[in-house]
Protein backbone atom coordinates (compact mmCIF):
# COMPACT_ATOMS: atom_id res chain seq x y z
CA UNK A 1 0.00 0.00 0.00
CA UNK A 2 2.68 2.34 0.51
CA UNK A 3 4.20 1.86 -2.68
CA UNK A 4 0.90 3.03 -4.15
CA UNK A 5 0.89 5.87 -1.98
CA UNK A 6 3.98 6.81 -2.76
CA UNK A 7 3.47 6.59 -6.69
CA UNK A 8 0.28 8.23 -6.74
CA UNK A 9 0.56 12.47 -8.42
CA UNK A 10 -1.64 12.78 -5.28
CA UNK A 11 1.15 12.01 -3.28
CA UNK A 12 3.79 14.81 -3.87
CA UNK A 13 0.62 17.24 -4.03
CA UNK A 14 0.19 16.23 -0.22
CA UNK A 15 4.03 17.16 0.65
CA UNK A 16 3.74 20.32 -1.24
CA UNK A 17 0.93 21.53 0.47
CA UNK A 18 1.51 19.64 3.93
CA UNK A 19 5.44 22.21 3.87
CA UNK A 20 3.65 25.03 2.70
CA UNK A 21 0.91 25.20 5.26
CA UNK A 22 3.60 23.44 8.17
CA UNK A 23 6.17 26.74 7.07
CA UNK A 24 3.25 29.23 6.98
CA UNK A 25 3.03 31.04 10.32
CA UNK A 26 -0.11 29.51 12.17
CA UNK A 27 -1.44 29.45 15.34
CA UNK A 28 0.47 26.29 16.75
CA UNK A 29 3.87 28.33 15.22
CA UNK A 30 2.75 31.33 16.98
CA UNK A 31 2.48 29.22 19.99
CA UNK A 32 5.68 27.59 19.75
CA UNK A 33 7.28 30.79 19.35
CA UNK A 34 6.01 32.15 22.24
CA UNK A 35 6.97 29.52 24.08
CA UNK A 36 10.69 29.38 22.93
CA UNK A 37 11.15 33.48 23.59
CA UNK A 38 9.26 33.07 26.96
CA UNK A 39 11.40 29.66 28.01
CA UNK A 40 13.87 29.29 25.86
CA UNK A 41 15.33 26.43 23.49
CA UNK A 42 14.33 23.58 25.59
CA UNK A 43 11.07 25.01 26.61
CA UNK A 44 10.07 25.41 22.87
CA UNK A 45 11.40 21.79 21.81
CA UNK A 46 9.30 20.41 24.49
CA UNK A 47 6.38 22.21 23.37
CA UNK A 48 7.05 21.15 19.65
CA UNK A 49 6.89 17.38 20.90
CA UNK A 50 3.52 18.12 23.34
CA UNK A 51 1.78 19.53 20.06
CA UNK A 52 2.98 16.43 17.28
CA UNK A 53 1.35 14.20 19.64
CA UNK A 54 -1.67 16.19 20.01
CA UNK A 55 -1.61 16.62 16.25
CA UNK A 56 -0.73 13.19 15.76
CA UNK A 57 -4.35 11.33 18.02
CA UNK A 58 -6.34 14.22 16.10
CA UNK A 59 -4.99 12.89 12.70
CA UNK A 60 -5.52 9.51 14.03
CA UNK A 61 -9.24 9.95 15.34
CA UNK A 62 -10.05 11.73 11.91
CA UNK A 63 -8.51 8.71 10.14
CA UNK A 64 -10.57 6.38 11.87
CA UNK A 65 -13.80 8.27 11.56
CA UNK A 66 -13.32 8.91 7.86
CA UNK A 67 -12.47 5.12 6.79
CA UNK A 68 -15.75 4.15 8.85
CA UNK A 69 -17.98 7.02 6.81
CA UNK A 70 -16.37 5.76 3.20
CA UNK A 71 -16.95 1.51 4.53
CA UNK A 72 -20.77 2.82 5.15
CA UNK A 73 -21.93 4.84 2.29
CA UNK A 74 -19.23 5.57 -0.95
CA UNK A 75 -21.54 8.99 -1.56
CA UNK A 76 -21.54 10.26 2.13
CA UNK A 77 -17.84 10.00 1.89
CA UNK A 78 -17.86 12.38 -1.20
CA UNK A 79 -20.22 14.77 0.86
CA UNK A 80 -17.40 15.02 3.73
CA UNK A 81 -14.71 15.28 1.17
CA UNK A 82 -16.90 18.57 -0.51
CA UNK A 83 -17.45 20.21 2.85
CA UNK A 84 -14.24 19.43 3.47
CA UNK A 85 -12.89 21.70 0.46
CA UNK A 86 -15.29 24.03 1.56
CA UNK A 87 -14.11 24.41 4.84
CA UNK A 88 -10.15 24.52 3.76
CA UNK A 89 -11.85 27.74 1.29
CA UNK A 90 -13.52 29.26 4.27
CA UNK A 91 -10.03 28.69 6.60
CA UNK A 92 -8.29 30.23 3.55
CA UNK A 93 -10.48 33.30 3.61
CA UNK A 94 -10.55 33.48 7.37
CA UNK A 95 -6.87 33.92 7.18
CA UNK A 96 -6.72 36.32 4.57
CA UNK A 97 -8.95 38.68 6.95
CA UNK A 98 -6.93 37.90 9.86
CA UNK A 99 -4.93 40.87 11.68
CA UNK A 100 -1.43 39.85 13.26
CA UNK A 101 -1.81 40.70 16.83
CA UNK A 102 0.44 43.27 18.07
CA UNK A 103 0.47 42.81 21.76
CA UNK A 104 3.78 42.89 23.84
CA UNK A 105 4.56 39.36 25.07
CA UNK A 106 4.40 39.27 28.72
CA UNK A 107 6.71 38.90 31.20
CA UNK A 108 8.10 35.14 31.37
CA UNK A 109 7.82 32.60 34.31
CA UNK A 110 10.04 29.71 34.11
CA UNK A 111 8.01 26.61 33.32
CA UNK A 112 9.65 22.99 33.56
CA UNK A 113 9.66 21.05 30.04
CA UNK A 114 7.75 18.18 31.39
CA UNK A 115 5.28 21.11 31.99
CA UNK A 116 5.03 22.96 28.87
CA UNK A 117 5.04 18.88 26.42
CA UNK A 118 1.89 18.60 28.61
CA UNK A 119 0.26 21.99 27.72
CA UNK A 120 1.36 21.62 24.26
CA UNK A 121 -0.13 18.07 23.87
CA UNK A 122 -3.46 18.83 25.53
CA UNK A 123 -3.56 22.34 23.49
CA UNK A 124 -3.30 20.40 20.52
CA UNK A 125 -5.38 17.15 20.98
CA UNK A 126 -8.29 18.90 22.72
CA UNK A 127 -8.12 21.69 20.03
CA UNK A 128 -11.86 20.74 17.69
CA UNK A 129 -10.30 22.44 15.00
CA UNK A 130 -7.57 20.59 14.54
CA UNK A 131 -9.60 17.51 14.22
CA UNK A 132 -11.87 19.66 11.53
CA UNK A 133 -8.46 20.09 9.64
CA UNK A 134 -7.60 17.06 9.22
CA UNK A 135 -11.01 15.83 8.46
CA UNK A 136 -10.87 19.01 5.73
CA UNK A 137 -7.71 17.66 4.51
CA UNK A 138 -7.15 14.26 4.58
CA UNK A 139 -10.23 13.08 2.48
CA UNK A 140 -9.09 14.95 -1.25
CA UNK A 141 -5.50 13.36 -1.32
CA UNK A 142 -7.16 9.74 -0.43
CA UNK A 143 -7.88 7.12 -3.65
CA UNK A 144 -10.95 5.04 -2.90
CA UNK A 145 -10.47 2.01 -4.22
CA UNK A 146 -7.10 1.63 -1.32
CA UNK A 147 -8.00 1.27 1.97
CA UNK A 148 -8.73 4.59 3.57
CA UNK A 149 -8.20 4.03 6.86
CA UNK A 150 -4.14 2.97 5.64
CA UNK A 151 -4.18 5.86 3.34
CA UNK A 152 -5.78 8.65 5.90
CA UNK A 153 -2.86 7.17 8.91
CA UNK A 154 0.10 7.55 6.26
CA UNK A 155 -1.01 11.01 4.99
CA UNK A 156 -1.45 11.71 9.22
CA UNK A 157 1.66 11.04 9.81
CA UNK A 158 3.56 12.20 7.65
CA UNK A 159 1.66 16.12 7.84
CA UNK A 160 2.42 15.96 11.48
CA UNK A 161 6.44 14.82 10.80
CA UNK A 162 7.04 17.63 8.19
CA UNK A 163 4.98 19.93 10.90
CA UNK A 164 7.33 18.90 13.90
CA UNK A 165 10.39 19.63 11.63
CA UNK A 166 9.42 23.04 10.43
CA UNK A 167 8.07 23.74 14.32
CA UNK A 168 11.75 22.60 15.18
CA UNK A 169 13.38 24.94 12.84
CA UNK A 170 11.00 27.98 14.59
CA UNK A 171 11.52 26.84 17.64
CA UNK A 172 15.34 26.82 17.29
CA UNK A 173 15.64 29.61 15.04
CA UNK A 174 13.71 31.64 17.87
CA UNK A 175 15.94 30.66 20.39
CA UNK A 176 18.98 32.50 18.39
CA UNK A 177 17.35 35.35 17.57
CA UNK A 178 14.96 35.84 20.71
CA UNK A 179 15.49 39.98 21.41
CA UNK A 180 14.98 40.36 17.75
CA UNK A 181 11.95 38.47 16.90
CA UNK A 182 11.08 39.81 20.37
CA UNK A 183 9.99 42.98 19.47
CA UNK A 184 9.06 42.17 15.88
CA UNK A 185 5.58 41.05 15.02
CA UNK A 186 5.07 42.28 11.44
CA UNK A 187 6.39 38.85 9.81
CA UNK A 188 3.51 37.21 11.13
CA UNK A 189 0.97 39.03 8.52
CA UNK A 190 3.34 37.79 5.75
CA UNK A 191 2.49 33.83 6.43
CA UNK A 192 -1.16 34.27 6.70
CA UNK A 193 -1.00 35.19 2.46
CA UNK A 194 0.72 32.15 2.34
CA UNK A 195 -1.24 29.90 4.15
CA UNK A 196 -4.85 31.51 2.71
CA UNK A 197 -3.45 30.68 -1.11
CA UNK A 198 -2.82 26.93 -0.05
CA UNK A 199 -6.19 26.76 1.92
CA UNK A 200 -8.02 28.13 -1.22
CA UNK A 201 -5.89 25.62 -3.67
CA UNK A 202 -6.64 22.58 -1.79
CA UNK A 203 -10.35 23.43 -1.84
CA UNK A 204 -10.20 24.71 -5.74
CA UNK A 205 -8.38 21.07 -6.18
CA UNK A 206 -11.02 19.32 -4.36
CA UNK A 207 -14.08 20.50 -5.87
CA UNK A 208 -13.07 20.57 -9.33
CA UNK A 209 -10.74 17.55 -9.34
CA UNK A 210 -12.15 14.07 -10.16
CA UNK A 211 -13.65 12.03 -6.90
CA UNK A 212 -13.58 8.81 -8.70
CA UNK A 213 -9.87 9.26 -9.94
CA UNK A 214 -8.13 6.17 -8.55
CA UNK A 215 -5.12 8.07 -9.02
Aim: charge should be positive; proline fraction near 6%.
Amino acid sequence: MIATIVSSPRFAAFIFASVVLAIAPGPGVLYIVTRTLSQGRKGGLASVGGIALGNLGNAAAASVGLAAVLAASSAAFLVIKLAGAAYLVFLGIKALRARPSAEAPVRPIRVSPVRLFRDGFIVALLNPKTTLFFAALLPQFINPVASPLGQSLVFGCLFVSIAMCTDTMYALTASTLAPAMGKRYHWRSYGRYLSAATFIGLGIYAAFGNPRSAT
